[in-house]
Each structure stands twice: as C-alpha cells, then as structure tokens.
C-alpha cells in the first residue's frame, strides 16, 4: 500500500524515527522553558550543557568505566551543580535587566565551553557504544526498531512529564510558580526564593546533561553537537509559547515528527520546516501555541 | 634631515638590500610561508594545527638538511571555512605581510576565493586540504598546486573497487550542497562505468546529526552499497546510526571522504570492513612511520593524508625556491613543476601543467578489531593505485592550460 507514492512501511518507520527526534526536543524545550518561565532567562548555553552531560558518561566509561546507568544519574547531577554555581556567580546578577544580558552572559559562556571541549578533545568526536542490556532491536515487520531508541521515546517522556507534574501538581511547584510570579509576598510568606530560583536553573541544566547521556550512543560525542541542534530546539520553545511547560513537551514531540515527514516528501526542506512553522506561528499566534497572550 | 643625509641613508638602505639579495633574489630577504586552514571548525582534526605542525616540520628540516641562505618565516590563521574570511586573510599576507605563498587552504569555497586572489596578486596557492576537482578543472590557473587528493581520485579508488568486487547497487547518501553533489556526481560515473546501477540517492541538510530517516530510504531502495557522499561528523554519524539500525552489515557501506581521524574516532568495531581510499598512511613503509612518529611525538595523533601532504608540498616548494634561486612565482611554478617530488609522501610525483600534483594512491580496507596489534593500525592496503590511473586524465581535463 503506498501514500503519496510513498510504501505505508516506510512512512510509519519515519513516523517512529520523527517520534525518537521529538523526544530529544521535548526534553530540552522542557528545560530551556523551565528556565525562561521561572528565571527569565534565555539560556543560550543549554547546548553546550547538553554537551557537556554527554562527555560526562564518555569520559566516566573510558577514564573510569562507569556504566551507563551510572552516568545517567552522575552526569546530570555533576553538570546541574555547574548549573548551580554559574547561576550563584553569574546569572543572579542579571535578573533586574534586559532580557538581552542574560542571553549574552550564556551565549559567551557556550562559546568558552565548547572552546574548552575542543581544544580538549579535537573535533571528530568520541564513540559511545550503546549500553549491552539496550542493544539490539526488535523487527516491527514495517522496520526495525533499534531497542536503544525506544528507550529514548521511554526515558525521555516519563522524565518530561514527571517534571511537567512536579511544576504543576505539587507543592514545592506552586511555591516555585509564585515565586516567579511575585517574590517578595513569597519570601514575606517564608519561603526562601532565592534557592527556589537557583534549584530550578540547576534542574533545567541537568535536564540538558541527562539529554546529552541519553544522545550519546546515538551521536558521536562531539564538543559541537549542541551548538547544531540548539537551534532548532529554541524554535520549538518559541512555537510552543515562551515559558509553558506543557507546550513544550507537545510542540518538541509534534514537530519531530513533522520533520520526519519531511524527511519522506522533500528532504531537502527537512532542516527549514522547523523555522516555516515558526514563522507562521509567529504570525498566526504571537505568544506561540500554549502560551499565555 | 639635510638632504644630503636623506640620500646617504637612502643609498645605505639600498646597498643593505643589494648585498643581502646577493645570494638569492629573495623579496624581503625572507620566505614567508602563511598556513590557511580550519582550526576550529568541521576540519580542524584532520588538517587544523596539524598542518601548522607540518609545515614547521618542513621549514625545520629543510634548514637543517638543505641549509639555504635565505630566511624562512611561517604564519598562520584560521579561516573558520569561510571563504570571505579567507579572502580577506590572503588579500592581507600578499598585500601588506609579503607573504610568498597561502597554504593547506581545506573547503572548496575557500580554496577557489583565494586561488583567485593568488592570481591576482603573483602569489602561489599550496592546496592540500581541499577535495573538489574545478580547483585543476574550469577554474584552474598557473599559480595554483593541488597535491594531497581530490573527488575524483576518490571516487575513482573506492567507487571502483566496490563495484568490482560485486557492490553492483548504489543509493548515496548525500550531503546538500557543491561538494556532496560533486562527490555523488563523479562517483556515480565510476559506478555505471564499472558496470554498476544507481539506484537512487536523497540530499541531507549540511550539517545534519540524526540520518535514520535518510538511512530508512537507502535501505528500502535494496541497494547493496549506500556511498556516503558527505564529510566528516556527517559521515561518522551515518556510519553509526547505519550500525544502530541494523542496515549494516546487511547492506555495504562506502564512505567516499573519509579519513584516518574518522576511522579513529568510530573505532574499528563500527568501521571494519570498510573501504576508502587516502594519499597517505602512516604504516606504510619506514619512511612513514619514522615520519609519522616524530609528527605524533608533538601531535598525539597520527598525520592525515592532507597533514602529510602538507609538509611534502611545503618542503618542495622550499626547494623549489633554492633552485630556481629566487621567490619569484613564475620561476619557483617552473621549478616546482619541473623537479619530481621523492618523500616519504610520494614516489616520483609529478605536478602537471594544470596543477594538479599526481602520485600513487591506495585502497584500503579497514581492519576487523582483532586484526588491529597496535594503536592506530587500522587499514590493510588493498591496492596502491598508481598515479596514471588514480587521477583524472589529462585528456578529460577542462582546464585551459592544458594544450591538446
């Protein structure tokens, strides 16, 4: 049976393969939008963390051979404590201004970083091989289905909505919005917001690294490999509506696997259709699809 | 300042240059050697402080073993693989640093801007990075040498010997712009001349990092071979993610720019069984490998064929410029094209009226894990291809210096 042209088997392996993308930007929508809704900062280094948690669980595997498992909590516990000191040191200093500084501070911070890996590491990137228990796949009749990707599609979504019911349904969330929504009647309430706010940019930061643990036996590990996709991933955040944790989750999954489609139709789109979309959003709905006008 | 003494100093100054322009006719009184290349970007491993390490290494040892009486300067930047950038760089090293010749120069765009530039301002270009076959072709000129490699050279070696052995079926992956569509143009010639089918091919965004898609296309078209007609992080993610998608080993892949930092950085696991075809390897002979290992000692990685190729064509371009005693760009093209190139890089070298540098190539395969006995060893040489066949003829040459 054909669509357009195109087998039906094809079509649905795009599909899934659009689904194991849309989970990679669902994640890291999720954090740059934790981020931007509570700090209000557009954190221009979540590629560079993202990065960064993926050569974490390299280098725990080759210098110290720490498994996989290990790495996906270590990793994004050690760069989420970075995230901790960089919002102690740094961004704090920026919350009364324009949007713009912190944009700026984390736009030179990534560059540093990357600077840093590269030299480090060269640039042809580190192999990560995928963990022994998730190697493998399955043969769905219509494709075959590397078990590594659908324990991405797994990890990454019951992370994505364990943060989105943290933020919305319990109590150290509402705290969490209230905070961002008026801090001085939160703090004269006795909650300490200061530490709310560094707990959150420190959360999104590791959000990023646990990413970048999950993309390491896909991708080769390279100290650029953020800097590619963070892009398109803002794109997401935007067309979901800057800020709204939900949006982002839906718009991250929705557009991989609009960009799967295109990859079938008219590949040579496949690296614009992210940014057609926006722009229509743009124009259409401001705010973007989930946010608040 | 009396006039008198303007003109004393000024017949000082000109006797200074005189005497010292006795020996050779050396402008400045010095040979000043500009290195071009990435060393940040894409290409940084496979040329980047690389080829400014061999190009030291060639100044070095042309001192120490040729002992010319002329002086040799380096200088070196980075072009980020942006050609106005690049243009700019040259435009200031021949403009106002007097600088003899622009050097490595890897990436198509940026290769042919300052090949220009070097025409226009009586400089030469030492090409050894860059691929695409116009730099010798519709856009060549006298004072350009392309040395290391080329598409064609490259296709012509791996596209060749995977048909032959069977690979009748093409689908190429390919990167979406010149290069890619050069590289797929000119290996797709070689597949149907060999008896080959293409049977399709599908145009990635550069640069891209998830290819499953793609890879999902090439393996329903049942091809036995899928070319990858990409570079760097692009191909070294395609050959993963083909391995990941169980497509490998089922299917063949043939990676058509591929080189050792690659194979390096996938491990022989993923990579085994692999043909590709390079200019150089360091475990070739012991001339390489002394070679090599002196450029590892700093380096802490084996040379590229464009960091090999890089010295060699420094190193004769300096003896170039002793012999024909003088750093006049006519004179060295002359002699550079008139004295075979004998190195641990090449055996009896030649670099034709177009520019293009000719040597023996070599097909290699690469090694399965427990064939590998030591660090870096990863090809069996397959077949050395030898410089009459590994280049484009000059009979199919589109390049106006060549008289037929």
Redesign the interface.
């Known amino acids: 049976m054909e669509i357009l042209g195109v087998p039906t088997a094809l079509l649905g392996s795009q599909l899934l393969v659009g689904l194991i993308n849309g989970s990679f930007y669902a994640i890291l929508s999720l954090g740059l939008a934790i981020i931007f809704g509570l700090l209000n900062i557009i954190n221009f280094a979540h590629g560079a963390q993202y990065m960064m948690g993926a050569f974490i669980a390299w280098l725990a595997l080759t210098r110290f051979e720490i498994n996989y498992w290990v790495a996906l909590i270590a990793a994004p516990l050690l760069v989420g404590l970075f995230g901790v000191i960089l919002e102690r040191t740094m961004l704090r200093k920026l919350y009364k201004l324009d949007h713009l500084y912190g944009l700026l501070l984390t736009f030179g911070l990534a560059l540093i970083i990357e600077g840093i890996f590269r030299d480090q590491f060269g640039i042809s990137g580190e192999s990560y091989e995928v963990p022994e228990a998730l190697s493998g796949g399955i043969h769905l009749g219509f494709m075959f289905l590397p078990i590594y990707r659908a324990w991405v599609v797994v990890a990454a979504l019951t992370v994505c909505f364990g943060t989105w019911f943290m933020i919305e349904k319990t109590k150290l969330g509402a705290y969490l919005r209230a905070g961002t929504e008026n801090p001085q009647i939160v703090q004269a309430l006795g909650i300490n917001v200061p530490l709310l706010i560094t707990f959150t940019y420190g959360y999104g930061v590791a959000l990023a690294a646990f990413a970048g643990v999950l993309a390491a036996p896909v991708f080769q590990v390279n100290p650029l490999m953020g800097s590619n996709l963070i892009i398109v991933v803002f794109a997401v955040v935007v067309i979901g509506g800057m800020g709204s944790i939900l949006g982002s989750i839906v718009t991250g999954i929705g557009l991989g696997l609009v960009e799967g489609l295109t990859k079938v139709f008219y590949p040579e789109a496949s690296a614009v259709v992210v940014f057609v979309i926006m722009v229509i959003v743009l124009l259409v709905r401001p705010a973007g699809l989930f946010g608040k006008a | 300042m009396t006039i008198k003494k303007a003109v004393s100093i000024a017949c000082t100054a000109a006797l200074a240059t005189l005497s010292a322009g006795a020996h050779a006719q050396i402008s400045g009184g010095v040979v000043k050697i500009g290195v071009l290349t990435d060393l940040?970007?894409?290409?940084?491993?496979?040329a980047?402080s690389g080829a400014v390490l061999a190009t030291k290494m060639a100044i070095d040892d042309f001192i120490a073993k040729e002992k010319p009486d002329f002086k040799i300067e380096m200088v070196s930047a980075d072009h980020q693989n942006k050609a106005d950038i690049a243009s700019n760089k040259a435009r200031e090293w021949f403009e106002r640093e007097g600088v003899d010749t622009a050097t490595e120069l890897v990436t198509t765009s940026v290769a042919l801007a300052v090949m220009k530039i070097a025409k226009e301002k009586d400089r030469i270009a030492l090409m050894s990075g860059p691929a695409s076959t116009p730099i010798t072709n519709e856009q060549c000129n006298d004072v350009t040498v392309h040395y290391t490699y080329d598409t064609y050279a490259l296709a012509n070696g791996t596209a060749k010997a995977v048909t032959k052995q069977g690979g009748k079926n093409w689908f190429f992956l390919t990167a979406?712009y010149a290069f890619g569509q050069a590289l797929e143009k000119d290996a797709s010639a070689v597949v149907t001349a060999n008896g080959g089918k293409v049977l399709g091919s599908?145009?990635?965004?550069f640069?891209?990092?998830?290819f499953?898609?793609?890879l999902?296309?090439a393996q329903?078209s049942g091809a036995q071979v899928i070319g990858l007609a990409n570079a760097?992080?692009d191909t070294?993610?395609a050959i993963?993610?083909a391995a990941?998608?169980?497509i490998t080993p089922t299917q063949a892949l043939a990676g058509l720019l591929m080189f050792i930092?690659?194979i390096?950085?996938?491990?022989l696991?993923?990579t085994q069984g692999m043909y590709l075809t390079e200019g150089f390897y360091w475990d070739l002979n012991e001339e390489t490998r002394a070679w090599s290992k002196r450029f590892f000692g700093v380096q802490k990685?084996m040379p590229t064929m464009v960091q090999a190729g890089q010295y060699s064509s420094v190193y004769h371009y300096l003896k170039a410029v002793k012999a024909a005693g003088s750093d006049d760009t006519k004179k060295v093209m002359t002699q550079m094209k008139k004295m075979p190139i004998n190195d641990f890089f090449a055996k009896n070298g030649q670099i034709r009226e177009d520019g293009r540098m000719v040597h023996d190539m070599y097909l290699m395969q690469v090694k399965k894990p427990a064939e590998s006995k030591y660090p870096w060893d990863y090809y069996n040489v397959r077949q050395v291809i030898p410089a009459a066949e590994a280049f484009q003829p000059l009979s199919q040459s589109r390049c106006p210096l060549v008289k037929k």
Do not use: C, I, M
Not at chain 2, 202 to 205: K, W
């Open positions: 940040s970007g894409t290409y940084s491993d496979l980047g979406d599908v145009r990635h965004p640069p891209g990092s998830d499953s898609s793609f999902l296309k329903a760097g992080a070294t993610n993963k993610q990941e998608f169980g930092t690659d390096h950085s996938l491990g696991k993923t990685k």
